[in-house]
């Protein structure tokens, strides 16, 4: 992600890794999915009872209410930074093959830059010959 990309005629460039067109025999795209965070449901459970726990029984001190106050806000923290990354994410793969192996030269989110960078791969080693 975040790689310099650089495609010509003679060489596909990824980062600091160069791949020659002509060695390359077919190129090939794969997804894998990175499952989100479900953590949020622990941290803001667990605020819940340090709550309820602590204001469920009556007498609560000043101090001791401020302190139960700032750990819950602490685990209510946590738990929306675990909230936010809930969904999962979808990584698409840009394989070359080539007579000898296969590499995986590209890794990104977003699928209409891998089919960009796939077609131009393509268009360039139809042109070699």
Do not use: C, P
């Not at 890794?17 to 965070?37: E, F, H, L, P, Q």
């Not at 953590?39 to 009556?58: E, K, Q």
């Not at 698409?92 to 890794?107: D, P």
């Amino acid at each position: 992600m975040m790689t310099e990309v650089q495609i010509d005629e003679n060489f596909a460039r990824f980062g600091s890794k160069t791949y020659a067109i002509n060695k390359i025999n077919s190129v090939d795209t794969r997804t894998t999915m990175k499952s989100g965070s479900k953590a949020w449901i622990f941290w803001w459970g667990l605020a819940a009872i340090v709550l309820i726990s602590r204001f469920g029984g009556g007498n609560v001190s000043a101090g001791g209410a401020t302190a139960v106050v700032v750990f819950a806000a602490l685990l209510g923290w946590l738990g929306w930074r675990s909230f936010r990354k809930r969904f999962s994410t979808t990584y698409y793969h840009l394989y070359l093959m080539t007579s000898s192996s296969e590499a995986q030269a590209y890794v990104t989110t977003d699928e209409s830059e891998m089919a960009e960078l796939r077609a131009k791969i393509e268009d360039a080693m139809a042109r070699a010959g």
